[in-house]
Structures are given as C-alpha cells and as structure tokens.
C-alpha cells in the first residue's frame, strides 16, 4: 500500500510539474490563424533491466480440508519475496503521439527469477502426507502457523510474453527532448519453472522427508497460464536526426500472476504479483 501511495505521488508531482511547458508543443500558422501540433508514428525496440520482489505470494490446497469442507486443506501466505533479472526484458514498439497524446502497442518478453533467499510464511491447516510403507493410508499433518524456509538459487523462474497498449502525455521540454509519462494494461502469457514440484511442498519437504515422502520423487513444475499486468513509464524521448530518436524509461510493473503446481495429493493454487522497478534504454524509428 506505501509503495502505491508513493507511486501516485509521483505520478502527480510530474504532472504538475511539466504541465507549464504546454505551450513548447505548438505552432501557429499566420495563414489560418489556427494552432498546430506535431503527429509522429514510430516504431523502437527497447531492453530493459532492474529488480523486483514477489508481493503478497498466496498458496492454497487444492483439497478441502475433512472437518470442514468450506475451507481448504491449507492455506500459506508469504510476503516481500525478492526477484531479479535472469535476462534483461526485451520489448518492440508501434506507436505514435499528436500534440501532448500518445499511444503505444507494444510486445516484450519478461524474465526473472528468485535468488537465494530466505523467506517467512503465515500458514495453517494440515498438509497429506501421500501414502508410504510406514503408512499405507497416509497421514494428516497438522502445520505451524510460522515458519521460514531457505529457497535455492533459481527455485522459481518467471517468463512472460505480453502484448498491451500505454496511453501517455507527450510533453515538448526543450528542443528534440520530450519527456513522457502514461499507463499501460497487457494481457500475458505467463511460464513459471521450478526444479521443484511447486512452493507448498517444497516448505514441507523436512516434514514429508521425516514420513519417508520425498519430494524429488515428484515431476518438476513446469506450468504456463494467462494472467494480466499493469505499467507506469515515465521516460525521455531525445530527438536525435529527422528519423531517429533515442529512449530512456523508469517503469514500474506489477504483473498478476496465477497457477498450479505438484500434483496429485500436493497439488496447489499459487497466485503472487511480481512487481519490478525498471531501467528501460531503446532507440526508435519514424515511419511516417
């Protein structure tokens, strides 16, 4: 909620701060007596790079619990997991701006993935230990309500193809600089890779090792579903010759993100939101 607060300030301090130099963007015909503004259509391609984090990370059973059926088996919540760049985002561009409005189609490809890192869960429930020769029924376990557990390097890998359009402020600054500021909605298809079967039991691994249940014995996850995201770029676009031009870009991104992980007894729904702070670079074309 803070780093929401802080976004939206930032967004209006730009704003408000740009909003005098309006008037940088036309010209005036003496002939017509009429205002004129600037239209340009382009196409760019941009990389990009920077860190992120994992916010509010939800995991359910996908079974309910025997006592209470309304209710799932077990439910975990972790918060504030950090990601980062395991190949800079690459993305292209067709778009075009008259006057102070802009808009943009664009396409990327989104990499990231966990480092190593320890993290803290809230859960509750039982989790089903799957039958074993010790217990050929299985066993119900019930588990702490706290706990931590340390992830390996690369335990969760994120790819994302998007396709989605921003609409954003084109403001004239000085001459052939032009600062801009917009939001974005993509549409996503999201791969998420683990060594592991998924994150519920790999946190209960110690617990289903002690039952004789090791979880190595289970397929890695390997799963692709569609989610949805947002963007806030506020960048620079440097008017180098007639034809090209030259981008900067800070972006914030969250990217909603759900899916299904281990399998038969253990199987799960895991939805997060990965969010990054991003340092955009590209280089564009006028096509009109």
Known sequence: MEINIKIV????ITFWVLMPMRTVSQSFDPETGKTIYSSNKYISVYMGYGPGSLENFYAESAFSSPENPSERLWTANVLDVSTENSLPQLGLKFG???GWFGGELEMSLFRHKTPAQIVYYDSHGQIFIPPTPDYPDGYYYTIEPQDSVALPDNFLNFNS???GGVAYLNIPFIKNINPTIGFGLSFAMNNVKSDYPGPGSYAAKNVMAYFGYD??????????DFGWGFDIPIGLKYL????IFFTTELRISQKHISFVSSDAYLKEKDETVLQSFQINIGVGKFIN
């Open 161 to 163: 193809y998007s396709i």
């Open 240 to 243: 180098a010759k007639d034809n």
């Open 215 to 224: 979880i190595k014995d289970s397929q890695s996850l390997n799963t692709t």
């Open 9 to 12: 300030k930032i967004i209006i």
């Open 96 to 98: 075009g701006w008259k």
